[in-house]
Nanobody, 126 residues
Protein backbone atom coordinates (compact mmCIF):
# COMPACT_ATOMS: atom_id res chain seq x y z
CA UNK A 1 0.00 0.00 0.00
CA UNK A 2 1.00 3.58 -0.68
CA UNK A 3 -0.37 6.46 1.33
CA UNK A 4 -0.52 9.93 -0.18
CA UNK A 5 -1.03 13.16 1.74
CA UNK A 6 -1.49 16.48 -0.04
CA UNK A 7 -0.78 19.89 1.42
CA UNK A 8 -0.37 23.47 0.30
CA UNK A 9 -3.87 24.34 -0.83
CA UNK A 10 -5.57 27.54 0.16
CA UNK A 11 -7.04 30.83 -0.98
CA UNK A 12 -5.18 33.01 -3.45
CA UNK A 13 -6.03 35.96 -5.66
CA UNK A 14 -6.09 35.63 -9.43
CA UNK A 15 -2.60 35.93 -10.82
CA UNK A 16 -1.03 34.55 -7.67
CA UNK A 17 0.82 31.32 -7.01
CA UNK A 18 0.55 28.23 -4.85
CA UNK A 19 2.74 25.18 -4.48
CA UNK A 20 1.11 21.86 -3.65
CA UNK A 21 3.01 18.98 -2.10
CA UNK A 22 2.19 15.27 -1.96
CA UNK A 23 4.08 13.10 0.50
CA UNK A 24 4.13 9.37 -0.27
CA UNK A 25 4.76 6.61 2.25
CA UNK A 26 4.43 2.84 2.44
CA UNK A 27 5.54 0.50 -0.34
CA UNK A 28 6.69 3.10 -2.81
CA UNK A 29 8.44 1.65 -5.86
CA UNK A 30 8.78 3.13 -9.31
CA UNK A 31 5.56 5.11 -8.99
CA UNK A 32 4.51 7.35 -11.82
CA UNK A 33 2.51 10.17 -10.24
CA UNK A 34 0.01 12.82 -11.20
CA UNK A 35 -2.29 15.59 -10.09
CA UNK A 36 -6.01 15.62 -10.86
CA UNK A 37 -8.63 18.17 -9.89
CA UNK A 38 -12.38 18.31 -9.51
CA UNK A 39 -14.50 21.43 -9.46
CA UNK A 40 -18.08 21.46 -8.11
CA UNK A 41 -20.49 19.94 -10.62
CA UNK A 42 -17.71 18.73 -12.90
CA UNK A 43 -15.91 15.46 -13.47
CA UNK A 44 -12.45 14.89 -12.13
CA UNK A 45 -9.89 15.92 -14.73
CA UNK A 46 -6.23 15.33 -15.35
CA UNK A 47 -3.93 18.24 -14.57
CA UNK A 48 -0.34 17.03 -14.80
CA UNK A 49 1.63 13.78 -14.74
CA UNK A 50 5.24 12.79 -14.19
CA UNK A 51 7.17 9.59 -14.80
CA UNK A 52 8.95 7.70 -12.04
CA UNK A 53 12.30 9.01 -13.25
CA UNK A 54 11.00 12.57 -13.42
CA UNK A 55 12.27 12.84 -16.97
CA UNK A 56 8.87 12.88 -18.65
CA UNK A 57 5.99 15.22 -17.86
CA UNK A 58 2.61 15.91 -19.43
CA UNK A 59 0.08 18.69 -18.83
CA UNK A 60 -3.52 19.43 -19.59
CA UNK A 61 -3.86 22.19 -22.18
CA UNK A 62 -5.66 24.38 -19.65
CA UNK A 63 -2.62 24.58 -17.36
CA UNK A 64 0.27 24.25 -19.80
CA UNK A 65 2.77 27.04 -19.33
CA UNK A 66 1.40 27.97 -15.91
CA UNK A 67 1.80 24.79 -13.82
CA UNK A 68 4.92 22.71 -13.27
CA UNK A 69 4.96 19.19 -11.85
CA UNK A 70 8.11 17.83 -10.24
CA UNK A 71 9.22 15.16 -7.81
CA UNK A 72 11.96 14.43 -5.34
CA UNK A 73 12.28 10.67 -5.04
CA UNK A 74 14.74 10.96 -2.17
CA UNK A 75 11.96 12.65 -0.19
CA UNK A 76 9.13 10.56 -1.69
CA UNK A 77 7.36 13.78 -2.56
CA UNK A 78 5.81 15.29 -5.68
CA UNK A 79 4.96 18.93 -6.21
CA UNK A 80 2.72 21.09 -8.32
CA UNK A 81 3.87 24.67 -8.72
CA UNK A 82 0.90 26.74 -9.85
CA UNK A 83 1.52 30.21 -11.24
CA UNK A 84 -0.75 32.79 -12.86
CA UNK A 85 -3.74 31.22 -11.18
CA UNK A 86 -7.21 31.85 -12.60
CA UNK A 87 -10.64 31.55 -10.96
CA UNK A 88 -11.33 28.53 -13.16
CA UNK A 89 -8.47 26.73 -11.40
CA UNK A 90 -10.63 26.58 -8.27
CA UNK A 91 -11.07 22.90 -7.40
CA UNK A 92 -10.12 20.11 -5.06
CA UNK A 93 -6.70 18.85 -6.13
CA UNK A 94 -5.77 15.17 -5.74
CA UNK A 95 -2.43 13.43 -5.83
CA UNK A 96 -2.29 9.99 -7.50
CA UNK A 97 0.30 7.22 -7.90
CA UNK A 98 0.63 3.98 -9.87
CA UNK A 99 1.82 0.73 -8.28
CA UNK A 100 4.59 0.33 -10.81
CA UNK A 101 5.84 2.21 -13.84
CA UNK A 102 8.72 2.20 -16.27
CA UNK A 103 11.22 4.97 -15.83
CA UNK A 104 9.84 7.16 -18.59
CA UNK A 105 6.17 6.18 -18.60
CA UNK A 106 3.42 8.67 -17.79
CA UNK A 107 -0.36 8.33 -17.65
CA UNK A 108 -3.34 10.66 -17.90
CA UNK A 109 -6.37 8.49 -17.08
CA UNK A 110 -7.86 8.06 -13.61
CA UNK A 111 -8.05 4.28 -13.93
CA UNK A 112 -4.33 4.08 -14.60
CA UNK A 113 -3.63 5.10 -11.00
CA UNK A 114 -3.91 2.91 -7.93
CA UNK A 115 -3.48 5.26 -4.98
CA UNK A 116 -5.08 8.59 -4.18
CA UNK A 117 -4.71 11.26 -1.56
CA UNK A 118 -7.57 12.89 0.29
CA UNK A 119 -7.37 16.10 -1.71
CA UNK A 120 -6.52 19.70 -0.94
CA UNK A 121 -8.73 22.65 -1.78
CA UNK A 122 -7.54 25.48 -3.99
CA UNK A 123 -9.68 28.59 -4.27
CA UNK A 124 -8.75 31.43 -6.62
CA UNK A 125 -10.61 34.70 -6.14
CA UNK A 126 -11.13 37.41 -8.75
Amino acid sequence: QVQLVESGGGLVQAGGSLKLSCAASGRTFRNAMAWFRQAPGKEREFVAGISWSGGSTVYADSVKGRFTISRDNAKNTEYLQMNSLKPEDTADYYCAARKYSSGSGYYIAEDQYDYWGQGTQVTVSS
